[in-house]
């Protein structure tokens, strides 16, 4: 019986201050006021800004984009895949991407 007793006794101290933990969490929660998520712009079809992306890959920064500035970025995973989206971009076929031909999107993959 003084066993049973004790066990309780110990479960009740126990319980009194896992309840007195979350008590303070919840005056600590109080305390802060609610700071509202900043708003990310809402994206429309792309999810990066095709800009922003030209501008990292012309590593030379003449403003156009190298087939080998192309393929250090696009091609790591399948080089020959990479040269073949080039030279679809390339319209004028001058060997090299100005903003505007790379700013094309890249065709919906078809469902198998």
């Known amino acids: 019986m003084k066993s049973l007793m ?7 101290f126990g319980m009194s201050g896992f309840a007195a ?3 303070k969490d919840e005056k600590k929660d109080e305390a ?4 509202a998520a900043p708003e990310k712009p809402e ?3 792309r ?3 095709p800009a922003e992306s030209f501008k990292k890959m012309d590593s030379n920064g003449d ?3 190298s087939l080998d500035e192309y393929k250090a970025v696009v091609g790591k995973k399948d080089p020959s895949r990479a040269e073949e ?7 004028n076929s001058d060997g090299a991407l100005t903003q505007e031909e790379f700013a ?5 993959k078809k469902d198998k």
């Open 47 to 49: 999810a990066v800004d």
């Open 63 to 65: 403003g156009k984009l």
């Open 21 to 23: 933990d979350e008590k």
């Open 32 to 35: 802060k006021p609610a700071e």
């Open 43 to 45: 994206k429309k079809g």
């Open 104 to 108: 094309v999107p890249a065709p919906k």
């Open 85 to 91: 989206r080039f030279k679809k971009l390339d319209k």
């Open 6 to 12: 004790s066990i309780l006794l110990a479960l009740g």
